[in-house]
């Protein structure tokens, strides 16, 4: 069975019985994905896994995507059907090539930061970051939490343990034991959870609408460090500036980067034979915390 055909028998399943095509779509690396073309109404968009785990990732991500829109005021896409086999959405633009669009993102993702600010780091339940889960147990200390459940928690995957040597693994329970030291105390707020670039798309009336959600309480930080790695556009330059005044970010924000990061580098490395050289960038980060520097 072709990708169109599966995710087209998935549609059925769900009750979306007037598909006429289904053209595959790019950009996702962790499930199936297209966009039907429909008889009787506007064309929406469609995911699947092709080995159909028995998962929530979609009824988290379908609940990420309420949150963002209702609790943090972000664009996001209509959730039209959400279950175990599929997650069926209404269709956005590809976002314009403009800086006037990202400095309206700057705002947009500034005031989620900074008006969803929470007592705790967490979420009620966990998640998915990709095809591996993502643990969000309460915690009051954002340093504990994010070695815990954002770092370390890597460290079992059987990818990441054939790719990191004893030497790697101490050097990144020496960072989280530091953690305190190499980052300022944050508060928690809503986040994305995996806010790279692909992740940013358009409303038809041209607002930035997010994607694939991998939501938490954490630091606003976790979101910015995403979209600075991940090679930004040219026209998205104003954006870091614009949120920087916007949030009253520090002038050593840029150097905590490459820590921040660290987490969705384990990450990649943990699901994706091809890791886009997410092991040789950890490996550089962890550098200075190798016992012998």
């Known amino acids: 069975m072709t990708t169109t055909e599966f995710l087209a028998e998935r549609l059925r399943r769900a009750g979306i019985r007037d598909v006429v095509t289904v053209e595959p779509a790019s950009g996702g690396l962790a499930a199936l994905a297209g966009i039907a073309t429909r008889e009787n109404a506007p064309p929406v968009f469609v995911k699947a896994f092709a080995d159909a785990p028995d998962s929530d990732a979609f009824l988290t991500e379908a609940e990420g995507l309420t949150a963002l829109r209702d609790l943090g005021g972000l664009a996001t896409p209509e959730v039209i059907v959400a ?21 309206r993102f700057a705002h947009a993702l500034a005031h989620l930061h900074t008006s969803t ?10 998640n998915w970051l990709g ?25 079992a995957e059987p990818r990441v343990e054939a790719a990191l040597d004893p030497a790697d693994r101490a050097a990144l329970e020496r960072l989280c034991d530091r953690l305190p030291e190499l980052l300022p105390v944050r508060p928690a707020c809503l986040t994305h959870g995996d806010l790279w670039t692909q992740n940013v798309l358009a409303t038809a009336d041209g607002r930035a609408a997010l994607i694939d959600p991998a939501v938490s309480y954490m630091w606003a930080e976790v979101d910015l460090a995403h979209l600075w790695i991940t090679a930004p556009p040219p026209e998205a330059r104003r954006f870091f500036d614009v949120y920087a005044e916007l949030t009253g970010l520090d002038d050593d ?22 890791d886009w050289g997410a092991a040789d960038t950890i490996r550089s980060t962890l550098a200075p915390f190798r016992p012998h520097t």
């Open 253 to 274: 924000w840029q150097a905590r980067m490459p820590i921040i990061q660290l987490r969705q580098h384990l990450a990649v490395l943990s699901q994706f034979d091809d």
């Open 131 to 155: 095809r591996r889960r993502q643990v969000n147990t309460w915690s009051g200390d954002g340093f504990a939490f994010f070695a815990e459940n954002r770092l370390l928690r890597w460290l």
């Open 117 to 126: 600010v929470h007592s705790r780091f967490g979420w009620h339940r966990d």
């Open 83 to 103: 279950n175990h086999e599929v997650l069926v959405l209404s269709l956005l633009q590809p976002r314009p090539n403009d800086e006037a669009f990202w400095e």
